[in-house]
T-cell receptor, first 112, second 112 residues
């Protein structure tokens, strides 16, 4: 079965640089979620999109933005990167009918 | 009170034993509950969903829900070393378009 695809899997950036993370949801899933997981922490919700519209917002810094495109893939844009942004970033998708969220493999972002 | 609480563990059981993982939640309006398994450095993997009071069994896994006590548990029968992972309890926040709030996770180690 097709799963959530994320790219890149690993990303190394310098402080103050910009990063773009991509997410391709499971086919026919209409909702995409972004989560951030720091070392030893549980995943924290950042933002979600339903049918290409932002549906909810969590603890996402103003330096971050995201959108969902017509083909349902989503991108998380991160600017003015800080050391504290180093984390695993997961995308999850759901079909909306039963709320089950399936996670992608994640992007490991390291900010130097 | 935290929204979702789990015994942080670590929990250590011998191979073949039953592992019992517990979770409590604060939002009485919550209607769906999920257990995720996460291996170190990997993404959360959905292993059980439960929506109604009582037990739900899937293979070696049994989820138990008691909404009156705001308690959900996961039992793993015949534990295997491959079950060694962190288990995350997740509850969608009501009125939030289903963004998940996670517990801190319980680290399970199954000893051969």
């Amino acid at each position: 079965a097709a799963g959530v695809i994320q790219s890149p899997r690993h990303l190394i950036k310098e402080k103050r640089e910009t990063a773009t993370l991509k997410c391709y949801p499971i086919p026919r899933h209409d909702t995409v979620y972004w989560y951030q997981q720091g070392p030893g922490q549980d995943p924290q919700f950042l933002i979600s999109f339903y049918e290409k519209m932002q549906s909810d917002k969590g603890s996402i810094p103003d330096r971050f933005s995201a959108q969902q495109f017509s083909d349902y893939h989503s991108e998380l844009n991160m600017s003015s990167l800080e050391l504290g942004d180093s984390a695993l970033y997961f995308c999850a998708s759901s079909s909306g009918r039963n709320n089950e969220q399936f996670f992608g493999p994640g992007t490991r972002l390291t900010v130097l | 009170q935290k929204e979702v609480e789990q015994n942080s563990g670590p929990l250590s059981v011998p191979e073949g034993a039953i592992a019992s993982l517990n979770c409590t939640y604060s939002d009485r309006g919550s209607q769906s509950f999920f257990w995720y398994r996460q291996y170190s450095g990997k993404s959360p993997e959905l292993i059980m969903s439960i929506y109604s009071n009582g037990d739900k069994e899937d293979g070696r896994f049994t989820a138990q829900l008691n909404k009156a006590s705001q308690y959900v548990s996961l039992l793993i029968r015949d534990s295997q070393p491959s079950d060694s992972a962190t288990y995350l309890c997740a509850v969608p926040r009501t009125g939030s378009n289903y963004k998940l709030t996670f517990g801190k996770g319980t680290l399970l180690t199954v000893n051969p």
